[in-house]
């Protein structure tokens, strides 16, 4: 995966916006634009607003491109996903339960 398809990649959920957070691109959606995905300063990475039970599932299947965020956000399922090892399908699912974790709280 690249940092443009993560990018068209997370534009593609339904109400999805691209903005900008600490200097960097975030995606937002659900009524009060919060953030259901990101893009790491340095453009090879991202992250996703997954539940820890969300969060477990990806790092058990695969590790090589997805790891908890560093402190309290990774305890609280916020996920890191590594672009180069990772597989466009797995980010699609994982990115879709980020999106529907803001989305339809709203």
């Known amino acids: 995966m690249t940092?443009?398809?993560?990018?068209r990649l997370?534009?593609?959920?339904?109400?999805?916006?691209?903005r900008s957070h600490m200097n960097h691109p975030d995606f937002r959606a659900g009524e009060g634009g919060k953030i259901f995905a990101t893009?790491?300063?340095?453009?090879?990475w991202g992250g996703?607003?997954?539940t820890p039970e969300q969060q477990s599932?990806?790092?058990g299947a695969a590790p090589e491109a997805f790891k908890p965020a560093a402190g309290a956000w990774g305890r609280g399922g916020f996920t890191?996903?590594?672009f180069k090892p990772a597989k466009i399908a797995a980010v699609r699912i994982a990115m879709e339960q980020?999106?529907?974790n803001v989305a339809k709280r709203s």
């Open 3 to 7: 940092e443009a398809q993560f990018r």
């Open 10 to 18: 997370a534009l593609s959920f339904e109400g999805a916006v691209e």
């Open 39 to 44: 893009i790491g300063p340095d453009g090879t």
């Open 48 to 50: 996703l607003k997954l």
């Open 57 to 59: 599932q990806f790092l």
């Open 80 to 82: 890191i996903v590594t």
């Open 98 to 100: 980020a999106w529907g």
